[in-house]
């Protein structure tokens, strides 16, 4: 009887940080690193402070939202800040450049939107 070995996978080289992380790891943990950041860029802020006005209704809300695609009232846990020229991928230091200059954009290429509008969005590639 003859016993069949398993192909051994072959291991992605680690061939950054001293050897502990794939490409694939190093360029996700930059891509995260500046995303995380880019939460603090002014523009988004003001993006959501142009979209907003005092909340009319009952409860401690104090402000709400209007989406910029259906132009609807929501929450601000409701609504999220939506680039117009989507950041793209970084798989290298060649798209570094274009992917900062995507994600760190100015305020008119950022627009509010609710939540239901956000996922149509990248649903259809918009």
């Known amino acids: 009887m003859k016993t069949s070995k398993k192909p051994v996978k072959q291991r992605v080289p680690r061939t950054r940080g001293g050897g502990t992380y794939t490409e694939a790891q190093f360029w996700t943990m930059i891509r995260s690193a500046l995303r995380q950041k880019s939460r603090f860029w002014k523009p988004i ?39 117009k020229i989507p950041a793209g991928t970084l798989k290298s230091f060649e798209d570094l450049p274009q992917f900062v200059s995507r994600l ?22 918009i």
Not at 47 to 72: D, N, V
Not at 104 to 125: Q, S, Y
Request: hydrophobic fraction near 20%; charged fraction near 35%.
């Open 104 to 125: 760190f954009c100015e305020e008119e290429d950022l627009m509010c939107v609710c939540n239901t509008c956000h996922a149509e969005i990248h649903e259809k590639g």
């Open 45 to 83: 802020s003001l993006c959501k402070q142009h979209a907003r006005r005092p909340y009319k209704g009952k409860g401690r809300q104090k402000w709400e939202y209007q989406c910029a695609r259906c132009k609807k009232w929501y929450s601000d846990k409701e609504t999220v800040v939506h680039h």
